[in-house]
C-alpha cells in the first residue's frame, strides 16, 4: 500500500489492455492484489510457519527411535501429568465463573457493571511474569501468608497449588469474555419467555440458554485449555524449577534446551506444537459453525 | 426500551444474587486480592529503595530493550497486520481460509514453542540463520532475535481487530469517492485509511501490551546478557532467584506504570483520530 | 374479574413509567392498551405478567379471576405472554417451541407425551401452522413465527393471554391480515387478553375496549366507539385519527375561533377563557357560497381522490392548515380547483375550555 505502489498501479491499469478484465472503482490492479497476497503468505512463513516446521524437523533428526526415546523419561511423563492436571482443574473452574459472570451481566442491570467488565479482563493486561510474582507475594516465605502456610506445613509456591492458581490466573477472562457479548446480544427474551410458560430457573438455563451459547462456550474452554496448557511466564516463577514434581511441559522444554538436550527439547516442543494445531482446527471448525447459525439464524 | 436499561432486576429471571455473589468472590480471591498485595508490597519498600531499584543502570537497559522492541515489533505487525488484513478481507485467493485460520495459531502455540522454533531457525546453524550470517545479520541472541519473537506473539492483534473495521467500510464511499475524481492511491490515503486508523491503532495498542509482558519465547532467543540483552521481565525472574522479592515487586510496579502510561497516550491518540474520523463523515 | 390492577406504579431511575394505575378487564374480554411510546403500556402489560416488579405500595394489587398473583413470579402466574420480536427459541423446532411449557412442568402435573403430542398438533392446527411442526424458527416468515409465538402461549392453558405489539415486527399486509386473524381466534377461544399497541387502527379495529394511555396514566377506557367519537381529554382527541385544531376564546354564550364564531352556551360567563376546538376532516362541509351559517373562509392547497374519501388540504388566510374529507360524489360535484378560495361549515365541533379550578378539560360538542 506504499504510494509507489499505487500511483503506479494507474499507469499499469491503463496500459493493461491485453487483459480485457473490468477494472471495477473499488478494485486495485491485478498485480498489486498478488502481491498483498504474496506479502501476506511470505510474512506468515518467515515468523510462523517456517519455525513450526524447524520444531519437527528438529525433533526428527535422529530418528524416530530418538523422538521417542524422548517420552522415555519419568521426568517428561511428570511434566505431562502435571500439566493435564493442571488444565483439569483451571479450565473447569473459569467455565464456572464465567457461567455465572456472563448470568449476572447479561441478564441483569445494576449499577458498576461496566467496572466488574474491565475487572474481569485486568488479568491480560499483568504481565505473565508478574501474574507469577503476586503470588509469591502473597503465599511464597515472605509473603503475606507464607508463615502461616509454613507453621501448617502446606507448601503451594515451588508446588503444584501455585502452578494451579498461577494457570487459573492468567486464563481467567478468556471464556467468561466469550460468552458475556454473545449473552448480551441475546438479551433475555428467551429467557423471560421460558418463565411466562412455567419454566424454573434452572430448567430456563439448561433448556434454553446453554443451547444458545453452546458452541461460544466450546470457543472459550478451547482457547483457556490451550492457554492453560502453554502457559510459561507465570508457572515458570511459582515452579520453583523443580523437575519431577513442579515441571509442566513447557517448563521442561526449557530446561531440556538449556542442557543441550535438543531432540528431546523439540520432540516435546512438538507434542506442545500439535496441541496447537489441534486446538486450531477445533476453534476454526467451532468458529465457522457459529457463523452458520447465526447466518441461519439472521434470515427471514 | 426503557425497561432494559433501567430496570434493577427483573423478578423473572433468577440467581441474579448467586452468580452476581460468586463472581464477585471469585474475582476478589483470584485477581484483586493478590494484585493487591502487588501494590501494597511496593508501597511498603519506601520511596528511596524503590527508587534506587527501578532506576539502576541495569534496571534501566532492560526497560529500554523491552519496550523498544516491543515498540518495533508493534510497528512491524502494524503494517504487516494491514497488508494481511486487507488480503484476507477483500481478496478472494484459494487458501484464503487456510491463511485465515493459520493467524489464530500464535494465540493456541506455548510461548515456549514459539521461541524454541524461531530459534532453531534462526540460529547461525539453522535454515534461515545460516543465510543471514554470511550477511552480517546475526538474529538469535541479539535485540533482532527479542523483536522477532515479539512480532510473532503480537501477529494476530492487529489483523484480527482489522478484519472487522476492513470488512465494515462502505464499498459505496469508495465508490463516490471514485466518482468524484479521486485516483484508486488517493481513495486509499484519504478515504479508506483514516476510516480504519482507530482500529488500527487498537491491535497496536494490543500488541504492544503483549509484546511488554512477553517472557516465555523471549528467552530462548536472547543470550539474556545483563545490559545487553536482559528484558524487564527476565530481570523480575533472576530477581526472585535471588530472594530479592521486593527488587521484584518494585520492578514490576514500575512496569506497569509505564505500560499503563503508554496505553493511556495511544488510547488518546485513537480517540483523536476515531473524532476527527467522524468529523470527516 | 378477568384481570385487576389497582395502583400500580412503576419507576426506573429518575423516569415514572406508570403513576398510580388502575384497572379492571372482565373475564372473556379483549383490551388494547393504546398509547406513544413511553406512555407505560408495555410496563403494565410485563407488570400484569409478573416479568416486571411494580414499585412497593401498600394497596397495589394485580388479580386474576379474584385471586391475588401480586407475589407469584411469572413462572407461577400462568399467563400466556407474546413477544413483539416472538422470543421463540432458536434451538427447537415449532413443534418443541409450542410443547416447551408443558415438557417443563413438573412430573406430577406433565401430560404424558402422548397427550403433549396431541395438544400441541391440536394447536398447530388452530394457528395453520401443522405442515411447520419439524421447521425451526429461522425457516418461518414473520407472521408464521408470530403464529408460533401464540400457539406456544396457549399450551400452556393460560388464565389470560398477554400480548406486546404482536404486529409491531411485521410489514402492513401482514398486519393486516393477522389482526382480522386474531380477532377471530378470540371469538373462538374467549380467553381474557391485553393486547399492547401503538398503532390506533389496530386497537380500534379488534378490541372491545381500549385503554387509552399517556405520560405512565390512563387517559381514557372505552369501547372504540366511545374513545374516538367521544374523547375525553384532548390528547385523546389528538391521538385518535386525523383531527383540525383550532385555539381561540369562549366568553358569554359564543367561541370565536380565528375567523370562525359559533354558539357555546355552555359558558355564559363574562370573563374571556382561552378554548382549544377540535374538528375532524369529515366534520366539515366544503361550499362556494356563504350561507349566513357560521364558517371560514378557506384557499385549497392540494386534493387527492385515490382511496374510498376524496381529501382536501386547505389553508385560512392566516395560513393555518384544514384537512377536509369529501365523498367522491360529492368530490366530483364540487368540481374544486387548487387555489381557489371556498367556505368551510362544521358540522361538528368539540372545544375544551380549560376547567379553571382544576385546570382540568371540558370537552362539549357544539353544532
Same mark, same amino acid.
Given at each position: 500500500?506504499?504510494?509507489?505502489?499505487?500511483?503506479?498501479?494507474?499507469?499499469?491499469?491503463?496500459?493493461?489492455?491485453?487483459?480485457?478484465?473490468?477494472?471495477?472503482?473499488?478494485?486495485?490492479?491485478?498485480?498489486?492484489?498478488?502481491?498483498?497476497?504474496?506479502?501476506?503468505?511470505?510474512?506468515?512463513?518467515?515468523?510462523?510457519?517456517?519455525?513450526?516446521?524447524?520444531?519437527?524437523?528438529?525433533?526428527?533428526?535422529?530418528?524416530?527411535?530418538?523422538?521417542?526415546?524422548?517420552?522415555?523419561?519419568?521426568?517428561?511423563?511428570?511434566?505431562?501429568?502435571?500439566?493435564?492436571?493442571?488444565?483439569?482443574?483451571?479450565?473447569?473452574?473459569?467455565?464456572?465463573?464465567?457461567?455465572?459472570?456472563?448470568?449476572?451481566?447479561?441478564?441483569?442491570?445494576?449499577?458498576?457493571?461496566?467496572?466488574?467488565?474491565?475487572?474481569?479482563?485486568?488479568?491480560?493486561?499483568?504481565?505473565?511474569?508478574?501474574?507469577?510474582?503476586?503470588?509469591?507475594?502473597?503465599?511464597?516465605?515472605?509473603?503475606?501468608?507464607?508463615?502461616?502456610?509454613?507453621?501448617?506445613?502446606?507448601?503451594?509456591?515451588?508446588?503444584?497449588?501455585?502452578?494451579?492458581?498461577?494457570?487459573?490466573?492468567?486464563?481467567?477472562?478468556?471464556?467468561?469474555?466469550?460468552?458475556?457479548?454473545?449473552?448480551?446480544?441475546?438479551?433475555?427474551?428467551?429467557?423471560?419467555?421460558?418463565?411466562?410458560?412455567?419454566?424454573?430457573?434452572?430448567?430456563?438455563?439448561?433448556?434454553?440458554?446453554?443451547?444458545?451459547?453452546?458452541?461460544?462456550?466450546?470457543?472459550?474452554?478451547?482457547?483457556?485449555?490451550?492457554?492453560?496448557?502453554?502457559?510459561?511466564?507465570?508457572?515458570?516463577?511459582?515452579?520453583?524449577?523443580?523437575?519431577?514434581?513442579?515441571?509442566?511441559?513447557?517448563?521442561?522444554?526449557?530446561?531440556?534446551?538449556?542442557?543441550?538436550?535438543?531432540?528431546?527439547?523439540?520432540?516435546?516442543?512438538?507434542?506442545?506444537?500439535?496441541?496447537?494445531?489441534?486446538?486450531?482446527?477445533?476453534?476454526?471448525?467451532?468458529?465457522?459453525?457459529?457463523?452458520?447459525?447465526?447466518?441461519?439464524?439472521?434470515?427471514? | 426500551?426503557?425497561?432494559?436499561?433501567?430496570?434493577?432486576?427483573?423478578?423473572?429471571?433468577?440467581?441474579?444474587?448467586?452468580?452476581?455473589?460468586?463472581?464477585?468472590?471469585?474475582?476478589?480471591?483470584?485477581?484483586?486480592?493478590?494484585?493487591?498485595?502487588?501494590?501494597?508490597?511496593?508501597?511498603?519498600?519506601?520511596?528511596?529503595?524503590?527508587?534506587?531499584?527501578?532506576?539502576?543502570?541495569?534496571?534501566?537497559?532492560?526497560?529500554?530493550?523491552?519496550?523498544?522492541?516491543?515498540?518495533?515489533?508493534?510497528?512491524?505487525?502494524?503494517?504487516?497486520?494491514?497488508?494481511? *488484513?486487507?488480503?484476507?478481507?477483500?481478496?478472494?485467493?484459494?487458501?484464503?481460509?487456510?491463511?485465515?485460520?493459520?493467524?489464530?495459531?500464535?494465540?493456541?502455540?506455548?510461548?515456549?514453542?514459539?521461541?524454541? *522454533?524461531?530459534?532453531?531457525?534462526?540460529?547461525?546453524?539453522?535454515?534461515?540463520?545460516?543465510?543471514?550470517?554470511?550477511?552480517?545479520?546475526?538474529?538469535?541472541?541479539?535485540?533482532?532475535?527479542?523483536?522477532?519473537?515479539?512480532?510473532?506473539?503480537?501477529?494476530?492483534?492487529?489483523?484480527?481487530?482489522?478484519?472487522?473495521?476492513?470488512?465494515?467500510?462502505?464499498?459505496?464511499?469508495?465508490?463516490?469517492? *471514485?466518482?468524484?475524481?479521486?485516483?484508486?492511491?488517493?481513495?486509499?490515503?484519504?478515504?479508506?485509511?483514516?476510516?480504519?486508523?482507530?482500529?488500527?491503532?487498537?491491535?497496536?495498542?494490543?500488541?504492544?501490551?503483549?509484546?511488554?509482558?512477553?517472557?516465555?519465547?523471549?528467552?530462548?532467543?536472547?543470550?539474556?546478557?545483563?545490559?545487553?540483552?536482559?528484558?524487564?521481565?527476565?530481570?523480575?525472574?533472576?530477581?526472585?532467584?535471588?530472594?530479592?522479592?521486593?527488587?521484584?515487586? *518494585?520492578?514490576?510496579?514500575?512496569?506497569?506504570?509505564?505500560?499503563?502510561?503508554?496505553?493511556?497516550?495511544?488510547?488518546?491518540?485513537?480517540?483523536?483520530?476515531?473524532?476527527?474520523?467522524?468529523?470527516?463523515? | 374479574?378477568?384481570?385487576?390492577?389497582?395502583?400500580?406504579?412503576?419507576?426506573?431511575?429518575?423516569?415514572?413509567?406508570?403513576?398510580?394505575?388502575?384497572?379492571?378487564?372482565?373475564?372473556?374480554?379483549?383490551?388494547?392498551?393504546?398509547?406513544?411510546?413511553?406512555?407505560?403500556?408495555?410496563?403494565?402489560?410485563?407488570?400484569?405478567?409478573?416479568?416486571?416488579?411494580?414499585?412497593?405500595?401498600?394497596?397495589?394489587?394485580?388479580?386474576?379471576?379474584?385471586?391475588?398473583?401480586?407475589?407469584?413470579?411469572?413462572?407461577?402466574?400462568?399467563?400466556?405472554?407474546?413477544?413483539?420480536?416472538?422470543?421463540?427459541?432458536?434451538?427447537?423446532?415449532?413443534?418443541?417451541?409450542?410443547?416447551?411449557?408443558?415438557?417443563?412442568?413438573?412430573?406430577?402435573?406433565?401430560?404424558?407425551?402422548?397427550?403433549?403430542?396431541?395438544?400441541?398438533?391440536?394447536?398447530?392446527?388452530?394457528?395453520?401452522?401443522?405442515?411447520?411442526?419439524?421447521?425451526?424458527?429461522?425457516?418461518?416468515?414473520?407472521?408464521?413465527?408470530?403464529?408460533?409465538?401464540?400457539?406456544?402461549?396457549?399450551?400452556?392453558?393460560?388464565?389470560?393471554?398477554?400480548?406486546?405489539?404482536?404486529?409491531?415486527?411485521?410489514?402492513?399486509?401482514?398486519?393486516?391480515?393477522?389482526?382480522?386473524?386474531?380477532?377471530?381466534?378470540?371469538?373462538?377461544?374467549?380467553?381474557?387478553?391485553?393486547?399492547?399497541?401503538?398503532?390506533?387502527?389496530?386497537?380500534?379495529?379488534?378490541?372491545?375496549?381500549?385503554?387509552?394511555?399517556?405520560?405512565?396514566?390512563?387517559?381514557?377506557?372505552?369501547?372504540?366507539?366511545?374513545?374516538?367519537?367521544?374523547?375525553?381529554?384532548?390528547?385523546?382527541?389528538?391521538?385518535?385519527?386525523?383531527?383540525?385544531?383550532?385555539?381561540?376564546?369562549?366568553?358569554?354564550?359564543?367561541?370565536?375561533?380565528?375567523?370562525?364564531?359559533?354558539?357555546?352556551?355552555?359558558?355564559?360567563?363574562?370573563?374571556?377563557?382561552?378554548?382549544?376546538?377540535?374538528?375532524?376532516?369529515?366534520?366539515?362541509?366544503?361550499?362556494?357560497?356563504?350561507?349566513?351559517?357560521?364558517?371560514?373562509?378557506?384557499?385549497?392547497?392540494?386534493?387527492?381522490?385515490?382511496?374510498?374519501?376524496?381529501?382536501?388540504?386547505?389553508?385560512?388566510?392566516?395560513?393555518?392548515?384544514?384537512?377536509?374529507?369529501?365523498?367522491?360524489?360529492?368530490?366530483?360535484?364540487?368540481?374544486?380547483?387548487?387555489?381557489?378560495?371556498?367556505?368551510?361549515?362544521?358540522?361538528?365541533?368539540?372545544?375544551?375550555?380549560?376547567?379553571?379550578?382544576?385546570?382540568?378539560?371540558?370537552?362539549?360538542?357544539?353544532?
Amino acid at each position: 500500500m506504499g504510494p509507489s505502489a499505487a500511483s503506479a498501479h494507474r499507469g499499469i491499469a491503463a496500459g493493461h489492455a491485453a487483459a480485457p478484465r473490468l477494472q471495477g472503482t473499488t478494485a486495485d490492479a491485478r498485480w498489486l492484489e498478488w502481491l498483498f497476497i504474496g506479502v501476506s503468505w511470505a510474512f506468515l512463513a518467515l515468523v510462523l510457519l517456517v519455525p513450526l516446521g524447524a520444531v519437527f524437523c528438529e525433533a526428527l533428526r535422529e530418528g524416530l527411535r530418538a523422538y521417542f526415546d524422548a517420552f522415555d523419561d519419568p521426568y517428561a511423563w511428570s511434566a505431562i501429568r502435571l500439566t493435564l492436571f493442571t488444565a483439569a482443574i483451571a479450565v473447569p473452574a473459569n467455565v464456572v465463573f464465567g457461567l455465572a459472570a456472563s448470568w449476572a451481566i447479561a441478564k441483569f442491570e445494576f449499577r458498576g457493571k461496566t467496572v466488574l467488565i474491565t475487572l474481569i479482563d485486568l488479568p491480560f493486561a499483568v504481565a505473565p511474569v508478574v501474574s507469577g510474582l503476586i503470588y509469591v507475594l502473597l503465599f511464597g516465605m515472605t509473603g503475606w501468608f507464607g508463615p502461616w502456610l509454613a507453621s501448617h506445613d502446606i507448601q503451594i509456591i515451588f508446588a503444584a497449588p501455585g502452578v494451579v492458581l498461577a494457570t487459573i490466573f492468567v486464563t481467567f477472562p478468556l471464556v467468561a469474555r466469550e460468552l458475556i457479548p454473545l449473552m448480551q446480544e441475546q438479551g433475555t427474551d428467551e429467557e423471560e419467555a421460558a418463565a411466562s410458560l412455567g419454566a424454573g430457573g434452572w430448567q430456563t438455563f439448561r433448556r434454553v440458554t446453554l443451547p444458545n451459547i453452546k458452541w461460544a462456550l466450546m470457543y472459550g474452554v478451547i482457547l483457556c485449555n490451550a492457554r492453560a496448557m502453554g502457559e510459561f511466564g507465570a508457572v515458570s516463577v511459582v515452579s520453583g524449577h523443580l523437575r519431577g514434581k513442579t515441571h509442566t511441559m513447557p517448563l521442561h522444554v526449557e530446561s531440556l534446551y538449556n542442557e543441550y538436550n535438543f531432540v528431546a527439547a523439540f520432540a516435546v516442543a512438538s507434542l506442545l506444537a500439535m496441541l496447537a494445531v489441534a486446538t486450531l482446527a477445533v476453534k476454526t471448525a467451532v468458529q465457522w459453525r457459529m457463523q452458520r447459525e447465526l447466518q441461519d439464524s439472521a434470515e427471514p | 426500551m426503557f425497561r432494559r436499561t433501567a430496570s434493577t432486576s427483573a423478578r423473572a429471571l433468577p440467581g441474579f444474587g448467586l452468580t452476581l455473589g460468586y463472581t464477585v468472590l471469585y474475582l476478589s480471591l483470584i485477581v484483586l486480592l493478590p494484585l493487591s498485595a502487588l501494590l501494597l508490597r511496593a508501597g511498603g519498600l519506601g520511596w528511596d529503595q524503590f527508587w534506587e531499584t527501578v532506576t539502576h543502570p541495569r534496571v534501566v537497559a532492560s526497560y529500554r530493550l523491552t519496550f523498544g522492541t516491543s515498540l518495533a515489533a508493534a510497528t512491524i505487525n502494524a503494517v504487516f497486520g494491514l497488508v494481511v *488484513a486487507w488480503t484476507l478481507v477483500r481478496l478472494r485467493f484459494p487458501g484464503r481460509r487456510l491463511l485465515d485460520a493459520l493467524i489464530d495459531l500464535p494465540f493456541a502455540m506455548p510461548t515456549a514453542v514459539s521461541g524454541i *522454533a524461531l530459534a532453531a531457525v534462526y540460529s547461525p546453524h539453522g535454515w534461515l540463520g545460516q543465510v543471514l550470517e554470511p550477511l552480517g545479520v546475526k538474529v538469535v541472541y541479539t535485540p533482532i532475535g527479542i523483536m522477532l519473537a515479539l512480532t510473532l506473539i503480537g501477529l494476530p492483534f492487529v489483523v484480527r481487530t482489522l478484519q472487522p473495521a476492513i470488512a465494515d467500510l462502505e464499498r459505496e464511499t469508495e465508490e463516490a469517492a *471514485a466518482s468524484l475524481g479521486a485516483s484508486r492511491w488517493q481513495t486509499h490515503r484519504r478515504v479508506i485509511f483514516p476510516s480504519i486508523l482507530p482500529a488500527l491503532m487498537t491491535g497496536f495498542a494490543l500488541a504492544l501490551a503483549r509484546a511488554i509482558g512477553e517472557y516465555g519465547s523471549v528467552i530462548f532467543v536472547s543470550s539474556n546478557l545483563p545490559m545487553k540483552t536482559e528484558i524487564a521481565s527476565l530481570l523480575i525472574v533472576s530477581k526472585l532467584d535471588q530472594y530479592d522479592v521486593g527488587g521484584a515487586t *518494585a520492578i514490576a510496579v514500575m512496569m506497569l506504570f509505564i505500560s499503563f502510561g503508554m496505553l493511556l497516550v495511544i488510547n488518546g491518540l485513537q480517540r483523536l483520530a476515531s473524532r476527527r474520523y467522524r468529523e470527516a463523515l | 374479574m378477568g384481570i385487576e390492577v389497582e395502583h400500580v406504579s412503576k419507576t426506573f431511575g429518575s423516569f415514572k413509567a406508570l403513576d398510580d394505575v388502575s384497572l379492571k378487564i372482565r373475564d372473556g374480554e379483549l383490551v388494547a392498551l393504546l398509547g406513544p411510546s413511553g406512555s407505560g403500556k408495555t410496563t403494565l402489560l410485563r407488570i400484569i405478567a409478573g416479568l416486571e416488579t411494580a414499585d412497593a405500595h401498600p394497596a397495589a394489587v394485580v388479580r386474576f379471576h379474584d385471586e391475588d398473583v401480586y407475589k407469584r413470579s411469572a413462572a407461577q402466574r400462568r399467563v400466556g405472554f407474546v413477544f413483539q420480536h416472538y422470543a421463540l427459541f432458536r434451538h427447537m423446532t415449532v413443534f418443541e417451541n409450542v410443547a416447551f411449557g408443558l415438557r417443563v412442568r413438573h412430573r406430577s402435573t406433565r401430560p404424558s407425551n402422548g397427550d403433549i403430542r396431541q395438544r400441541v398438533e391440536r394447536l398447530l392446527s388452530l394457528v395453520q401452522l401443522s405442515q411447520f411442526a419439524r421447521r425451526y424458527p429461522s425457516q418461518l416468515s414473520g407472521g408464521q413465527r408470530q403464529r408460533v409465538a401464540l400457539a406456544r402461549a396457549l399450551a400452556v392453558e393460560p388464565r389470560v393471554l398477554l400480548l406486546d405489539e404482536p404486529f409491531g415486527a411485521l410489514d402492513a399486509k401482514v398486519r393486516q391480515g393477522l389482526r382480522a386473524w386474531l380477532r377471530r381466534l378470540h371469538e373462538e377461544i374467549h380467553i381474557t387478553s391485553v393486547l399492547v399497541t401503538h398503532d390506533q387502527e389496530e386497537a380500534l379495529e379488534v378490541a372491545d375496549r381500549v385503554v387509552v394511555m399517556n405520560n405512565a396514566r390512563i387517559e381514557q377506557v372505552g369501547t372504540p366507539e366511545e374513545v374516538f367519537h367521544h374523547a375525553k381529554t384532548e390528547f385523546v382527541m389528538e391521538f385518535l385519527g386525523q383531527v383540525n385544531v383550532f385555539r381561540g376564546r369562549v366568553r358569554n354564550g359564543k367561541a370565536v375561533l380565528g375567523e370562525l364564531t359559533v354558539d357555546y352556551p355552555q359558558y355564559r360567563d363574562d370573563a374571556e377563557r382561552p378554548a382549544t376546538a377540535y374538528l375532524r376532516p369529515h366534520e366539515l362541509r366544503i361550499e362556494r357560497q356563504r350561507n349566513g351559517k357560521p364558517s371560514f373562509a378557506a384557499r385549497v392547497t392540494r386534493t387527492h381522490s385515490a382511496g374510498s374519501l376524496a381529501r382536501v388540504s386547505l389553508e385560512t388566510p392566516s395560513g393555518a392548515p384544514v384537512l377536509v374529507d369529501v365523498s367522491l360524489e360529492e368530490f366530483a360535484a364540487l368540481g374544486l380547483r387548487e387555489g381557489e378560495t371556498v367556505y368551510l361549515y362544521p358540522k361538528n365541533a368539540r372545544i375544551f375550555v380549560p376547567d379553571g379550578a382544576s385546570g382540568a378539560m371540558n370537552g362539549d360538542y357544539v353544532i
